[in-house]
């Protein structure tokens, strides 16, 4: 089974910005749809963007405007470009494949936005 990879979580002040990098162990991509979620501290993880294999995307709309999926399938690379960071957007950002009954995980990395 494939494996997933993240990074480039940090601290950023409001308003800056980071992208995050997810890392296929395997050539994933064109079989599986590429997520990222977020779950912040006492809430429910939220799925907050989708790629296809196609390169249709989809956000949810409290990052719509502000970050940008895309996938890079020579590196089996997905990333998050995050811009306009608030303080609400402090969470653990993880990296999912999904394809029928099956998911794929990493292990998450921590954005922490300061006001």
Known sequence: QAQLVESGGGLVQAGGSLRLSCAASGRIFSMYIMGWYRQAPGKQRELIAIITSGGITNYADSVK??????????????????????????????CNAH??????????????VSS
């Open 65 to 94: 405007g502000r970050f940008t999926i895309s996938g890079d399938n020579a590196k089996n690379t997905v990333y998050l470009e995050m811009n306009s960071l608030k303080p609400e957007d402090t969470a653990v950002y993880y």
């Open 99 to 112: 394809r029928g009954s099956v998911n794929i995980w990493g292990q998450g990395t921590q954005v922490t």
